[in-house]
């Protein structure tokens, strides 16, 4: 009989075994065989018990055994101190248990080990980026490349780079090569299609959004970009199915949650959006943007202290939160608190956008706080609307009784004509020829007229009378002439339309001259339209037979508005600058406002206003009410007027 001796499998069919193991994901078994491997002592002679603690410590690591496998690192490193894989593999668990200085440390000791270690490289720039080292990782992902060209993950985390430094050109080829090397790295199409959108090319970047979704349809980051990109081109129901898609897939997504909000806020949904925001808030309780966006539903709602709240609450979360701090002013404004409100209405300087923010840097000369102007001259400047300058150039006269020497307004061309003849102008001028004065040094400070209740300490009890404006004698005649086409009987103007390029005018103007039409059964009324621009054609396709003289296309400056206004006896108007004009000019004017969105001017919950006593009145219509519901009112209160 022939006895046979067992042999014991030799090292290096262990180490094959067990590196095969942890190639099936089998790390507890590749663990057990490796053991007696990885239980000895091992010294920098032991070549093969060190690859054997390199392979239990990156089976141990997958295993999510970080104790172990930190060991076994360690362990390597005592026996061989320029292991690479060993550093990198310590810099692993370090950056995982958020360590990254020492995950910084370790890699870079990888690196000095084996200077072609692409990972390390690679690892290292995704480091450096996290912690916006921008040019140290730029220079790590490049030299991953040069140690390993096909690379496309250090590619995509390159592009991901530039785009965050606004190289979208580099970013977009850094993309597409990763896509070149594999073409269904979803990863790296997702971020082809992030900076795509950064360069406006919207179908390019949603092509590469749903290609990702076709590829891996629960990439909840996909969704949430497509989202983002539906709701900046206006499809809006579309963005909120990739909202809720996103959320779906990854509910704790604050981001999504708050885009969602701001998808139904926009869509008009105010409840169901109010309910979106705060979902957000139980993800996250600290994002000022999600209060501020309750405030600005809360202040639609009519629930006027919680906006406050909210947007106070938005701003102790970042103090220099603009926006908040600019819709804030505005509702304390309309709610009557001056003090605070026009104080912190001079937030419209810190913000870049705004046409005050420009100001500052086109004028050499102080901004006027309140400093004495006695012989001083000033500059005031029109960096608002029209009416908002008809509303407000109540307070030249102020100015120019402190004591200025020089009292000068800087406007658009329509006012000036008007403005030449105002309490307190020493002269108009073009905002060109206003410049150029004041890098002359010939204006000692400037204003804008907005910023002069808070000078001049304005409340609601002191608020001054309005601009006086005294129309044209040859323009009252030739207007009077033409009024007289009319025949006898009330006369009254109509504007239906503002300015198309406000932000607000979808929801401020009337959709037609003819949502008008009850007004026109009010017996002897006869109407003017006053409608310039946008809308005015409508009045001159009516029937001849309707009592309207369409007079808006012959209107020049507003010096002909305000000859034509002197001579009716009440304007019906939206929320425009004619309402100011006809009310500066002490003529019975109704303001028609819209149900969202109302100027802070207008104030709230009143039927009247104080900037214009006696004069004003005002027919608010509600948030679900129709605009020929609010027009019926007005004929009534016609009726009524007319005694009819």
Same mark, same amino acid.
């Given at each position: 009989m022939t006895v046979t001796a067992t042999r014991s499998p030799s090292l290096p069919s262990i180490l094959s075994e067990a590196a095969t193991l942890g190639l099936s994901q089998r790390f507890e078994e590749a663990l057990a065989l490796l053991a007696p491997l990885v239980g000895a002592a091992t010294t920098s002679e032991d070549a093969q018990r060190i690859d054997a603690l390199e392979l239990a410590a990156a089976c141990a690591m997958r295993a999510g055994q970080a104790a172990q496998a930190h060991a076994f690192w360690q362990r390597c490193i005592e026996a061989k101190p320029d292991c690479a894989n060993a550093h990198h593999g310590l810099g692993l668990i370090h950056a995982a248990h958020g360590r990254p200085a020492e995950a910084e440390a370790a890699w870079r000791k990888a690196i000095a080990a084996h200077p072609q270690f692409a990972l390390a490289h690679h690892d290292l720039g995704n480091l450096l980026r996290e912690r916006g080292q921008l040019d140290e990782a730029e220079e790590a992902f490049r030299q991953a490349l040069l140690a390993q060209p096909q690379y496309p993950e250090a590619l995509n985390n390159l592009a991901a780079l530039y785009k965050q430094r606004g190289r979208n050109q580099e970013a977009e080829l850094a993309c597409r090569l990763a896509l070149q090397m594999r073409p269904d790295y979803v990863e790296a199409l997702n971020n082809l299609g992030c900076v795509l959108a950064a360069l406006k090319r919207v179908p390019e970047a949603e092509n590469a959004y749903r290609q990702t979704l076709a590829l891996r349809p629960d990439f909840a980051e996909a969704h949430y970009n497509l989202g983002c990109l539906l709701h900046a081109t206006e499809r809006l129901a579309d963005a909120e199915s990739a909202y809720r898609d996103a959320l779906r897939l990854a509910p704790n997504? !604050?981001?999504?949650?708050?885009?969602?909000?701001?998808? =139904? =806020?926009?869509?008009?949904?105010?409840?169901?959006?109010?309910?979106?925001?705060?979902?957000?808030?139980?993800? &996250?309780?600290?994002?000022?943007?999600?209060?501020?966006?309750?405030?600005?539903?809360?202040?639609?709602?009519?629930?006027?202290?919680?906006?406050?709240?909210?947007?106070?609450? $938005?701003?102790? =979360?970042?103090? /220099?939160?603009?926006?908040?701090?600019? &819709?804030? $002013?505005?509702?304390?404004?309309?709610?009557?608190?001056?003090?605070?409100?026009?104080? =912190?209405?001079?937030?419209?300087?810190?913000?870049?956008? *705004?046409?005050?923010? $420009?100001?500052?840097?086109?004028?050499?000369?102080?901004? %006027?706080?309140?400093?004495?102007? /006695?012989?001083?001259?000033?500059?005031? %400047?029109?960096?608002?609307?029209?009416?908002?300058?008809?509303?407000?150039?109540?307070?030249?006269?102020?100015?120019?009784?402190?004591?200025?020497? &020089?009292?000068? *307004?800087?406007?658009?061309?329509?006012?000036?004509?008007?403005?030449? /003849?105002?309490?307190?102008?020493?002269? !108009?001028?073009?905002?060109?020829?206003?410049?150029?004065?004041? &890098?002359?040094?010939?204006?000692?400070? %400037?204003?804008?007229?907005?910023?002069?209740?808070?000078r001049l300490g304005t409340t609601p009890d002191t608020i001054p009378p309005p601009l006086r404006i005294a129309p044209r004698p040859a323009r009252v005649e030739h207007w009077r002439a033409r009024l007289d086409e009319l025949g006898a009987g009330p006369r009254i103007g109509l504007v239906w339309k503002g300015n198309p390029k406000h932000h607000n005018d979808a929801h401020r103007s009337l959709p037609l001259l003819n949502a008008l039409s009850p007004l026109w059964s009010l017996p002897g009324a006869k109407f003017v339209s006053l409608q310039k621009g946008a809308g005015e054609d409508e009045a001159l396709s009516l029937p001849a037979f309707f009592p309207i003289l369409p007079l808006g296309a012959e209107l020049g400056d507003f010096t002909d508005t305000a000859a034509l206004i002197a001579q009716l006896d009440l304007v019906i108007c939206v929320d425009t600058s004619t309402a100011h004009l006809a009310a500066s000019l002490g003529k019975p004017c109704w303001v028609l406002l819209p149900s969202h969105d109302v100027d802070w001017r207008w104030m709230h919950g009143r039927d009247d206003s104080p900037w214009y006593p006696g004069t004003v009145r005002l027919f608010r219509r509600g948030r679900d009410e129709p605009w020929p519901a609010v027009v019926e009112r007005v004929r009534a209160a016609c009726a009524e007027w007319l005694g009819v």
């Open positions: 997504r !604050v981001e999504a949650a708050n885009n969602l909000g701001c998808t =139904l =806020l926009a869509r008009g949904r105010l409840h169901d959006a109010l309910a979106a925001f705060h979902h957000a808030l139980t993800l &996250r309780a600290d994002i000022a943007e999600t209060h501020f966006n309750i405030g600005s539903i809360m202040k639609e709602l009519g629930e006027l202290e919680h906006a406050e709240t909210a947007y106070r609450r $938005a701003l102790a =979360l970042r103090p /220099d939160y603009g926006d908040a701090m600019f &819709r804030l $002013a505005m509702l304390l404004i309309s709610v009557g608190r001056f003090e605070e409100g026009f104080l =912190l209405y001079e937030c419209r300087y810190g913000m870049p956008g *705004f046409a005050p923010h $420009a100001t500052q840097s086109m004028l050499p000369c102080a901004r %006027w706080q309140g400093e004495p102007l /006695d012989g001083k001259s000033l500059l005031v %400047w029109q960096e608002d609307g029209l009416g908002d300058m008809l509303q407000f150039g109540r307070y030249l006269r102020m100015l120019k009784a402190l004591g200025a020497a &020089r009292v000068e *307004f800087a406007c658009m061309p329509p006012l000036h004509a008007l403005f030449a /003849d105002a309490d307190g102008v020493d002269a !108009v001028l073009s905002h060109e020829a206003a410049i150029a004065i004041a &890098r002359a040094g010939e204006f000692d400070y %400037w204003i804008s007229p907005l910023s002069a209740p808070l």
